[in-house]
């Protein structure tokens, strides 16, 4: 499967954003997918978990309410819509694939083996 995320950009404190991730080659539906995201200077730390085929969600404690993953398995899409955006959101934002995620090992960025090119979240204060 490819994947190819959108949405980024410059938004002011307190905003939102919709960032989505297109899936091609195969549909979303049977896949595991996550968002992760790297600020500048640090390392890819996982940010939120969609089980395939309807399961379970998850999420880092600092997006827990305000960030939202969802999927639209006619439209072959991932979502992450963020709201309440703080400074320290800014980040590249990627969204990754995997057909089999253990539930404990969710928040690893090598188990997923699809990954889309990142999209770029600025928070301004």
């Known amino acids: 499967v490819q994947l190819q995320a959108s949405g980024g950009g410059l938004v002011q404190v307190g905003g939102s954003l919709r960032l989505s991730c297109a899936a091609s080659?195969?549909?979303?539906?049977?896949?595991?997918t996550a968002w992760f995201r790297q600020a500048p200077g640090k390392e890819r730390e996982f940010v939120a978990f969609?089980?395939?085929?309807?399961?379970?969600?998850d999420y880092l404690d600092s997006v827990k309410g305000r960030f939202t993953i969802s999927r639209d398995n006619t439209r072959n899409t991932v979502t992450l819509q963020m709201n309440t955006l703080k400074p320290e959101d800014t980040a590249v934002y990627s969204c990754?694939?995997?057909?089999?995620?253990?539930?404990?090992?969710?928040?690893?960025?090598?188990?997923?083996?699809?990954w889309g090119k990142g999209t770029q979240v600025t928070v301004s204060s």
């Open positions: 969609s089980k395939g085929n309807g399961g379970s969600t």
């Open positions: 080659g195969n549909n979303i539906r049977g896949y595991s």
């Open positions: 990754a694939a995997s057909r089999t995620i253990i539930w404990s090992s969710r928040f690893r960025d090598d188990q997923y083996a699809y």
